[in-house]
């Protein structure tokens, strides 16, 4: 079936702007819309899964004209944002009626949608820009919407340090631009494979890494995200740890680094420390904290790291003209774990954001034998955990094993062993979470705590489900050759990718 792409933007956006409209009186009805167009795009992303198209905006072609491009990469990020957009809505259905003027917080939701679609879409560096300031700008406001004091601050402290992070980026497609004469990455990496790099192309890809992993919040430019994703409502924290920093951190910087600057050892082994100082500090920094959504938060920094490690370690290998087998086998682990992610965290946010909503608190030291009031979301939480955690059969036990071989093979044997012991300092924290908000005695003061109901369990349902479904991506060798190894390919595919599926 043939979806045009401007579809998975357009639709999102008129919505967006459509639901203000609505108002309070006809805030259900705006519910609906929403929630059919998060639903619409899910099924037509999924129709997708597999090809290849190259759409020129308004019938120009590039480089006078902008292109949308689909390919393995874009449509596997465009599936992960579908589905923890759609389980997000469904969520925010109830969750939200504790909020006011929620049809300005849907409408919120759709324009970062809108933002994200385009950013994986977008086949030139000046509007991906454009796509990720649209999404950033929303997700400023939706950390903000509770208008507390703490939600403030954090939007505040986001907000600040997300514009310098775009300050970067467009000094560095400022300079791309200077340098190449060209927009289109497909051009770019043209021009770059035919001149080589210089000292401006180089600084920008200085700027870009800094820039994009400040959207990813890897370690050191993390700082925004302990704050930022505990004061969102549950919802939206849901949407910032699952798919955000993906599709506006990593997903821009190894669709960069990959298809137009080209990998090589010095850049490989940037990706590397980064993504194990973030797995490193980011479990560490989470062990020691009692704020619920706080420990999610630098969980999320640790995870991002494995799926960094995994492209650094691919790149690493294709830079060394080392055996691609082992090349696509760690970029595989990488994608997979950013898929898996999308989805455990997610579920961890919403699970918290429901116990938060029964109980009142985020710490862990208030809470305790929840089983009894709440066992469907314990169920749900102890799921969540378990993928996150590593442990088999869930899902983020076999991107884990993935990246640990892939590690071993490219004969790092120190980084393979420190990926091991950080998976296991997360069971050890999500051990503690399970301790002390679901088991143990029910303190007199959450007798009263209730179980959530209707759409909010069945959001955690979905979620739940496909961290145990998710497993058979790779374990079945036809999912895996639609789903994850049509991404891989992009990547490994390098520079020479961008100018064939334009034909250049």
Not at 79 to 100: D, K, P
Not at 351 to 371: D, F, I
Request: hydrophobic share 60%; net charge positive.
């Amino acid at each position: 079936m043939n979806v045009p792409l401007p579809v998975f933007v357009a639709a999102p956006l008129v919505a967006a702007f459509v639901l203000p409209a609505f108002g309070a009186r006809l805030k259900s009805a705006g519910t609906f819309l929403a929630n059919v167009v998060v639903l619409a795009l899910l099924g037509l992303s999924v129709l997708l899964l597999g090809q290849t198209q190259v759409y020129e905006v308004g019938g120009w072609s590039v480089p006078l004209g902008i292109n949308l491009v689909l390919d393995g990469f874009s449509a596997l990020m465009l599936v992960a944002v579908a589905v923890v957009s759609t389980a997000a809505m469904l969520f925010s259905i109830r969750y939200m009626e504790q909020y006011t003027a929620k049809t300005k917080y849907l409408s919120l939701f759709l324009l970062m949608v809108a933002g994200m679609n385009g950013v994986v879409l977008s086949g030139d560096v000046f509007n991906l820009y454009v796509f990720l300031e649209i999404a950033s700008i929303a997700s400023y406001a939706l950390v903000g919407f509770g208008c507390d004091h703490e939600e403030l601050e954090a939007s505040f402290k986001y907000m600040v340090l997300g514009s310098i992070a775009s300050v970067f980026i467009l000094f560095g497609v400022a300079l791309v631009y200077g340098n190449t004469g060209s927009l289109n990455m497909a051009y770019i990496a043209r021009a770059i494979q035919e001149a080589g790099m210089n000292s401006g192309l180089a600084l920008a890809l200085s700027l870009f890494v800094a820039g994009f992993g400040l959207k990813a919040a890897l370690v050191p430019f993390h700082a925004w995200l302990p704050d930022a994703h505990p004061s969102a409502p549950a919802p939206i924290s849901a949407m910032l740890s699952g798919v955000l920093i993906k599709a506006l951190g990593v997903y821009a910087l190894s669709r960069l680094i990959f298809n137009v600057f080209g990998v090589s050892v010095p850049i490989a082994w940037v990706l590397i420390a980064l993504g194990v100082l973030s797995m490193v500090i980011g479990v560490f920094l989470a062990v020691g904290q009692w704020d619920f959504k706080r420990l999610l938060a630098y969980h999320s920094i640790s995870q991002m790291g494995y799926v960094v490690l995994g492209l650094g370690i691919g790149a690493l290998i294709l830079a060394r003209d080392g055996n691609r087998m082992w090349a696509s086998l760690a970029i595989l682990g990488g994608l997979f774990h950013l898929a898996n992610h999308a989805v455990f965290k997610s579920l961890l946010f919403l699970t918290s954001g429901s116990v938060e909503m029964a109980t009142g608190t985020r710490q862990l030291k208030q809470m305790g034998g929840l089983v009894e009031r709440m066992p469907l979301t314990r169920a749900a939480s102890a799921v969540a955990s378990a993928s996150i955690a590593g442990v088999p059969p869930f899902n983020g036990f076999w991107s884990k094993l993935i990246l640990v071989i892939a590690a071993v093979q490219a004969r790092l044997f120190v980084i393979a062993a420190v990926t091991v012991l950080v998976s296991l300092v997360t069971l050890l924290s999500f051990l503690k979470v399970q301790r002390y908000v679901f088991l143990g005695e029910l303190p007199d003061n959450l007798r009263g705590a209730r179980e959530s109901k209707g759409s909010m369990l069945l959001a955690m349902g979905f979620l739940a489900v496909l961290c145990l479904a998710m497993s058979l991506l790779v374990l079945l060798p036809g999912l895996r050759e639609t789903v994850l190894q049509p991404a891989v390919d992009v990547l490994l595919a390098g520079v020479g990718y961008s100018v064939t599926l334009v034909k250049l």
